[in-house]
């Protein structure tokens, strides 16, 4: 029994040397990945449960952002969310929507994600929009994530992502 024991140690010590090096050079290695929203994103703005006020809902928004790696911790993978650019159209009015933020992705039991952006909505002052740690609606690397500002709580904007890596064949300049 101690035999095993041993050979059980001695595996899991090779594993911890050799999987760390080959896992970090494969990310210094690795583009940041143009996403596309998709459909089924949206934008909502209004009173959400206990409030009561109007709500609009708008699955007219559009455009892309990067995802890029930054770093990997014991149980989440770490992306920084850059050049947000979105347009939403608000009262017949397009709209731009820019930021940046992070996104990460893992866990420990179940796999969650947690997406926290800093976004300005036309010439809005930027707000601090967060889905919280929730579990993944879809299997990376699609992304289909909710943030707000407020929890979706009394009067809020929330944003619907759906979205999804632009194959590369698609990008001008890339093939």
Not at 17 to 33: D, M, S
């Amino acid at each position: 029994m101690a035999a095993r024991g041993t050979v059980t140690v001695r595996v899991l010590v090779v594993l911890m040397l050799v999987l760390p090096g080959a896992r970090a050079e494969a990310q210094v290695t690795a583009r940041p990945a143009l996403y596309q929203l998709e459909s089924g994103s949206s934008f909502t703005r209004g009173c959400f449960p206990p409030c009561l006020c109007p709500i609009f809902t708008t699955e007219d928004i559009t455009g892309t952002y990067e995802l890029a790696f930054d770093h990997q911790d014991p149980l989440f993978t770490w992306y920084r969310v850059k050049d947000v650019n979105w347009v939403v159209t608000l009262g017949g009015v397009d709209t731009r929507i820019t930021g940046s933020g992070t996104f990460r992705v893992g866990g420990e039991v179940a796999v969650l994600q947690q997406m926290t952006l800093k976004l300005k909505v036309g010439n809005q002052q930027p707000q601090a929009f967060d889905s919280g740690l929730v579990p993944v609606g879809s299997s990376f690397p699609e992304i289909d994530i909710t943030v707000s500002v407020n929890g979706m709580v009394c009067f809020d904007t929330v944003i619907d992502i759906r979205s999804g890596p632009v194959p590369a064949a698609d990008i001008p300049g890339t093939s």
